[in-house]
Structure formats: C-alpha cells, structure tokens
C-alpha cells in the first residue's frame, strides 16, 4: 500500500524582480513535489509541496519559506476560538519538530500587533509551543494577515532564520549584499565548472561565495583594495558550505580598476558597485565606472560575459549608449532595503575603451 507524503501550502520570500530565477530554482530542485501557483505579486511564489519540508532550505535564490494555513474566519479574534486555535498549534509545531530544540523565541508578526486580540494570541501560541515571546527577530517567526480569497491567513516561518542569512556569513559589513541576489547574478554568468571567475571589488566575499554555490569553477579571484575586506572575505569563504571549492579560490589585494591578472584571462567577471550613496559618491562614480567596465573589458575573453549590480541606472544608461566593447544582453530591476537597483547583463565584444 502506497503511503502518501502530506501536501503543504508554502510561500517563498523572495527580492522584488528575482522570482523567475526563484521558480526556476524551485521546479529544478523539487520536480516532483512542488507545484507552483501562478504569479500574483511581485516578492513571493505560492506553491504547494509534497515532499520533506526539511529540503526546502536549500533554496539559495529564496529570502525565506513560510508554511501558510488559511481560516475561514471573518476577523483575527476568531483564530482563538478552540478548533482554529489548535490547527494554527499545530501549523507551529510541524516547524518546531523540523528543528528540534533550535527554536527558543516567538515573534508575531501582523497589522494591529500590539492590539489585545494578536496580544493575546501571541501570549497563548508562545504558551502552547513552550517559547518565549520576543519584541522582533524571534526564531519562530508567524505573520497573521489576510487571506486574499476572503478570511484570514497564518504564515510560519520554517527556519529559525531567513535563508538569506547565510551560515557563512561570520564576518559582516553594513553595505554586503544580499546573498539571494548575488546567488541570481552568478546564475547569470551560466556558469560552468571551467569557469575562470573574477569578482572585481569582493568585499566580504558573498559573491564568490554564491559562485562557487551555484557551480564549482576553474579558478575564482577575488579582488579588493581594502585589507579587511579581504580577511572578512577569507573568513566567510572558509564558513562556507563551499569551502571544498575554495582551494580555488584567490584573494588579492589590488584596485579593482587595475587588477594584477591578464588579459582575456576571465570567462565571466560579477561586481557591486557603489551605490553613491552609502558607500561611494555620483561624482567619483562618473570617473570610476567606465574605468571599471574598461577594467574588466580588459580581463574578459570575447564572449564572456559581466554580470553588475549598481543604483545608478541613469549613469549606466549613459555608458551603454557609447561605442564600447559590451553589448547589454539583460537588465532586471530588483527592490533591496528600499531601494531599486538593477542587475545588467553584459556580453563581451569587440575590443573598444569608454576613455
């Protein structure tokens, strides 16, 4: 006799503008059992899914996944009646016996939070699943919102920390950029395991991090100019799930503008660039960036590709209107902490300067 997994209702977290690399990831890695909804709204993928919920963190393009339950109660006070209060219970408890023991707090999240009625709800749910209720970040995190087909919806989320927040990440920077993102750029690159990869101001290393996740390489370098960049980077590179690889990897110290490596030595080269406004400035910006695509123009087989992320979208417009030796293959706007960047795509072709 067949036994049959149970189904799950779940929604991915993901950046605003990122979810067709997200669904992609979602139908590779779980053919069998997850089966997408279509696309309602920018930022989350609804899917039902039969497999282990313990797979699902695997997810790298994913900010975070939630085991969703909708009620058919007109109004939030009635998820404390008994039946609905046991089946949100046990919605909690499918994720607390996925990670027994690392789950120590619990945070509410909805409108009205600190309403009696989520008061209440908080203070009976953290009783029942033996937590402690925290004022943010709790490690059992449940939102409890409206449900779009009428009554209301509860969301739980199946880790004890977003996806995006890497376990490798033991060394921080205020500026480093979103894993998740980082992950979807070096998808961009196509990467193979032949791959000579440059990442031209590593930083904190995520995006050689996130390359060497997605696809072992040839040979990554990383470089950057700032010392304790570069032993952040070797920190979190050696954190990392990827530290099999890592043999592979180089670190130099140098101005990403004027790398110690040959030329055409680079099959796909990956940068964040300056924003100009936490880091960096509009007008350094104008002289740095053609000095940077000419930079990794210079590194870049014919061919090969450069795959950036940047804030200054009117600058970057401006520099692929002149003659020069990149052709923009894919531009994709992306939501980060407020803001709207994009990632470009770009293709090497013939050999040209923005000089």
Partial sequence: MAIHSPTFVCEAEVAEGVEAFAREELRDRYPRHARLEPQQESGSIRFTYSGDLRLLPRLRTVEAVFLAQRFDVPR???????????????QAQTVLDLYSGQF?????SAAGAHTPVMTRLKEDLARQTRLKVA????????RVRPSKDGGW????????????????????????????????M???????????????????????IERLSAKRAQRLIGIDNNPQQLVCAAANLEASDSRDGAGAVQLVRADMTAAPLPTGCA??????????????????NQTLYPRVLDEAARLVKPGGCMVLITHEIRLMEQLMAQAQPWRLEQQIRVTLRGLHPALYLLRRTLPASFA
């Fill in 186 to 208: 070096a998808l961009m690159t196509q990467p193979t395991a032949q791959d000579v990869f440059v990442n031209l101001g590593c930083g904190s290393g995520t995006l050689l």
């Fill in 135 to 142: 004022d943010e970040k709790g490690d059992l995190l449940v």
């Fill in 153 to 184: 919806e509860t969301l739980v989320r199946l880790t004890p920390r977003p996806l995006v927040t890497r376990e490798w990440r033991v060394c921080n920077y205020e500026a480093s950029l979103n894993a998740t993102v980082a992950h979807v």
């Fill in 76 to 90: 939030p006070r009635a998820l404390m009646g008994d039946a609905s209060f046991r089946l949100l219970v046990r």
């Fill in 267 to 284: 099959d796909a080269v990956c940068a964040d660039l300056p924003f100009g406004q936490k880091v960096g400035s509009h007008k350094h």
């Fill in 104 to 108: 120590k707090t619990l945070y509410l």
